[in-house]
């Protein structure tokens, strides 16, 4: 590929919560593998709230009604992820034709790396949000699809960002992790000596969003209040625990397909108060992280997290009471913000797929190998 002095690039993600569209300008300093890059503009679109409302319907199990739905959603998720590319460059005044390539995630609607019992196992994984189209709105080329390449080559195509995570956020003098809160929480292993490894641990925001949403009509509990106000249910929380899902060792990926509402409802007595529901969630989320960090990587000496959750304090407040002489913090105290760092991720990928670049960490998604990842469109 001839040299090419743009050195922005763009990334778009709607995550497991569906509760945005987060967007991120990117520049790297050049075209090396060792490349520092650094957030030049990061902004949160909102969904349209129907449309939303039938993205997260879907993301709990829902069934798609028609092939003409399907063919709907893709057209008008791509819409709104390149309406939010272009207002992201209107802000930061800077012309499209200055964006090397745009990395779309797109909004997932199911992801299922073992397979569908009802369907002989085939794994698959589905993001909607058609690159064609960002591509010809934006005018800037699109690299979308990214999770199946690595399911195809025997991975979970999950979680995609740990190499970034390595390349911002690892230190030569302590043991790290990196700790994603979106709807669904992963943990990157960053260790002084040893291969970096990555994994989902369970629910984070997803299920706290969803039940918050029900019970308040609020889309998430701010500050985890609705969660303070209940008290820890101990027997409900030992119930969603025995999940077998939890006990299965990685590589491992999930969303809301495996935790949603229906599922939370499933191990209730019948009797409980809202709150103490949310409190024990709330728990549940600060315990699943805690339980996979000390059995993966029991010397950890700092969790750095990042996404939604870093911002509900009694959420981060359980995961360090569960890790005594573990330094829990954002990454925003190591200059990385922690609302964009997922965008900037897919900024990263839309990178390594047009140098031809692997973008999955086989040691963290159990694929044969690296793979480069995407379909490019082309502006």
Known sequence: MPADPRTLYLGLISGTSADGIDAALVRFDDDGPQARCELVHGRTFAWDTTLRARLVELGQGGDIHSLDELGTLDVRIAEAFAGAALSLLRE??????????????????????????????????????????????????????????????????????????????????????VLN????????????????????????????????????????????????????????LARLLDDAWFASPPPKSTGREQFHLDWVESKLAGNEAPADVQATLLELSAATVADALRAAQPATERLLACGGGVHNPRLLAGIAARLPGVVVESTAAHGVDPDFVEAMGFAWLARQTLLGRPGNLPSVTGARGPRVLGAIHPA
């Open 92 to 177: 930061a005044d800077v012309a499209a034709s200055a964006v090397r390539a745009l990395g779309s995630h797109g909004q997932t609607a199911r992801h299922r790396p073992h397979g569908a019992a009802s369907d002989g196992n085939f794994p698959f994984t589905m993001q909607l949000g058609d690159g064609n189209l960002i591509a010809e709105r934006t005018g800037i080329a699109t690299v979308a699809d990214f999770r199946r390449r690595d399911i195809a080559g025997g991975g979970h195509g999950a979680p995609l960002l740990p190499a970034l995570h390595a390349a911002l956020l690892s230190s030569n003098g302590e043991d790290r992790a």
């Open 181 to 236: 809160l979106g709807g669904i929480a992963n943990l990157t292993l960053l260790p002084m000596h040893g291969e970096v490894r990555g994994f989902d641990t369970g629910p984070a925001n997803a299920l706290l969003d969803a039940w918050c949403e029900r019970h308040t009509g609020n889309a998430f509990d701010a500050n985890g209040d609705f969660a303070a106000s209940g008290n820890v249910d101990e027997a409900l």
